[in-house]
């Protein structure tokens, strides 16, 4: 599987659990739900979703030079791009 979709599908998974934690929807983690339940952490899921949130901003960092570059792209999945930009792509010869 290309980088650039492991990246992007593990960025909306990121950003989907941010989401949930942030609107208390924890059903999605038996260990969290534990916590919760126990008392621990107060109850205070934001700083879960500020770790996830970090998480996915180095992710995005990391990787971003990927999502711009069309000659990575050209060559990972030619069939992602248009005609016209990869007529655009200087060639190394």
């Not at 960025?11 to 659990?17: A, G, R, Y």
């Not at 919760?36 to 990391?62: M, Q, V």
């Not at 990972?76 to 792509?89: C, D």
Request: hydrophobic share 40%.
């Amino acid at each position: 599987m290309p980088v650039i979709i492991l990246q992007e599908t593990l960025t909306i998974k990121l950003k989907l659990f941010i989401s949930q934690l942030e609107n208390a929807d924890i059903s999605w983690s038996p260990y969290l739900v534990e916590q919760i339940e126990c008392g621990a952490d107060n109850g205070n899921l934001r700083k879960y979703a500020i770790k996830i949130k970090l998480l996915h901003d180095s992710l995005e960092s990391r990787f971003c030079d990927f999502a711009k570059e069309d000659q990575i792209l050209a060559f990972i999945n030619p069939f992602s791009l248009s005609e016209r930009k990869i007529m655009k792509i200087p060639s190394s010869t």
